[in-house]
């Protein structure tokens, strides 16, 4: 039953476009929420786990701290017990030590994050803003990594050196100073990270602690399933010696893995009203045609057709609508996240989101799973509005006036 000349001005016409529009309007809303809540939450989670690991291994006396309080030995027999879990990927040792950078008229706190030359520098490539990372392959160096953030506070430029200044072992002893060089920038976008983090050599945490070069503040684990890294991480602890803590990226920073799981519930609030929205149009749009196509139907009747054979062409009919509907609303929806994804046109506000440029990210399978949910759900719940078609009587509609 398709729209000729003689019904694109009627009422059904008129509102069934709008129909069709509310369908476009309704999946497009959709895919954005669900583009931007799926990117939001793949861009913090990966910079969380970037900067801090999915999984710390270290001493309980380390749990509750930033800095690397107590130690223990980097052992062959222990790596073995994280290395031969089948999910893990790659893990790199870590000391953290509390200090102050100064130059002749600023000074900042700051966490000073040693690592060896196991750290994977290409995880952080998409955060590196100017000059390079540091080279740890060797002998000890001065060479750190710092944020844009402490740079432009202390007005570091690449190369510069500056002092570094940590409290002694010693109760009373005098701080320790130390020198760097400052190769390379780098810009997270999480305040906590960069107002404090300062990566440097590993080894240089282990002579201000006076530890053994077999020493370390903990592991780092990273591990291939990110759905999975709670479970990994008692797994781990099960394997681990009692004196050592395995903790879940998710349980360190507990409120904003919170926060970020509201965006899942956000997204289903959207889809529930869109849904709901469509289909609403759409009974209403069906109601009309069907009442205006009375005498249609009574014709039908009176010639053998069944109600079902009869519900079927409307049903068929508001499946189509709706699908035109679906088409424009995915071109919408798409065009928006490719035209996001390539230019970044919409930004945020970093203190607020932890990113500057709002993140996009969706799945084909994701997009064919919730057009295929919406024309389940409608053409379901359309087939009762189209009942009204077993109260139209033949001989009241078709008598002749």
């Keep these: 039953m398709r729209q000729n000349k003689q019904f694109k001005n009627t009422v059904s016409s008129r509102i069934i476009n709008i129909a069709s529009v509310?369908?476009?309007?309704?999946?497009?809303?959709?895919?954005?929420?669900?583009?931007?809540?799926?990117?939001?939450?793949?861009?913090?989670?990966?910079?969380?786990?970037?900067?801090?690991?999915?999984?710390?291994?270290?001493?309980?006396?380390?749990?509750?701290?930033?800095?690397?309080?107590?130690?223990?030995?980097?052992?062959?027999?222990?790596?073995?017990?994280?290395?031969?879990?089948?999910?893990?990927?790659?893990?790199?040792?870590?000391?953290?030590?509390?200090?102050?950078?100064?130059?002749?008229?600023?000074?900042?706190?700051?966490?000073l994050k040693g690592v060896s030359h196991e750290f994977d520098w290409t995880s952080l490539d998409g955060f590196l803003t100017e000059g390079e990372f540091p080279n740890f392959e060797s002998n000890l160096n001065n060479e750190i990594l710092i944020s844009e953030t402490i740079a432009k506070r202390l007005n570091l430029s690449i190369g510069d050196t500056v002092?570094?200044?940590?409290?002694?072992?010693?109760?009373?002893?005098?701080?320790?100073?130390?020198?760097?060089?400052?190769?390379?920038?780098?810009?997270?976008?999480?305040?906590?990270?960069?107002?404090?983090?300062?990566?440097?050599?590993?080894?240089?945490?282990?002579?201000?602690?006076?530890?053994?070069?077999?020493?370390?503040?903990?592991?780092?684990?990273?591990?291939?399933?990110?759905?999975?890294?709670?479970?990994?991480?008692?797994?781990?602890?099960?394997?681990?010696?009692?004196e050592l803590n395995s903790i879940a990226i998710s349980d360190r920073f507990s409120s904003i893995f919170q926060w970020i799981s509201l965006f899942d519930f956000n997204v289903i609030i959207i889809?529930?009203?869109?849904?709901?929205?469509?289909?609403?149009?759409?009974?209403?749009?069906?109601?009309?045609?069907?009442?205006?196509?009375?005498?249609?139907?009574?014709?039908?009747?009176?010639?053998?057709?069944?109600?079902?054979?009869?519900?079927?062409?409307?049903?068929?009919?508001?499946?189509?609508?709706?699908?035109?509907?679906?088409i424009f609303g995915n071109l919408i929806g798409l065009v928006f996240y490719f035209t996001q994804y390539k230019m970044g046109w919409i930004t945020l506000d970093p203190e607020t989101y932890f990113v500057s440029i709002a993140p996009v990210s969706i799945a084909w399978f994701e997009v064919l799973y919730l057009n295929l949910l919406f024309l389940v759900i409608a053409t379901a719940l359309l087939w009762l509005p189209s009942k009204i078609i077993l109260n139209i009587s033949p001989s009241k509609v078709l008598r002749v006036r």
Excluded: C
């Design 22 to 111: 509310a369908v476009a309007i309704g999946i497009a809303a959709i895919l954005i929420a669900m583009a931007f809540s799926k990117g939001l939450q793949h861009e913090i989670r990966n910079k969380t786990s970037v900067f801090n690991g999915q999984i710390l291994v270290t001493t309980f006396e380390n749990n509750e701290s930033q800095v690397s309080l107590t130690s223990f030995v980097d052992s062959n027999e222990l790596r073995d017990q994280i290395i031969n879990h089948p999910d893990f990927q790659r893990i790199h040792t870590i000391a953290i030590k509390a200090g102050m950078l100064k130059t002749n008229t600023d000074f900042e706190g700051v966490l």
């Design 271 to 326: 889809l529930i009203i869109m849904i709901l929205v469509g289909v609403i149009n759409m009974a209403t749009a069906l109601l009309v045609l069907i009442l205006e196509r009375s005498r249609m139907v009574g014709l039908l009747k009176t010639l053998g057709a069944t109600h079902s054979i009869i519900q079927r062409i409307f049903m068929y009919n508001g499946i189509a609508i709706m699908t035109r509907g679906l």
């Design 163 to 242: 002092d570094a200044f940590f409290q002694s072992t010693r109760v009373e002893g005098l701080p320790k100073r130390r020198k760097f060089k400052m190769v390379g920038t780098y810009f997270s976008g999480f305040p906590d990270i960069d107002q404090n983090l300062v990566f440097s050599d590993i080894r240089q945490v282990q002579q201000l602690n006076q530890w053994k070069l077999n020493q370390i503040g903990g592991y780092e684990v990273f591990v291939n399933s990110f759905q999975r890294v709670p479970q990994i991480a008692d797994e781990l602890y099960d394997r681990l010696p009692y």
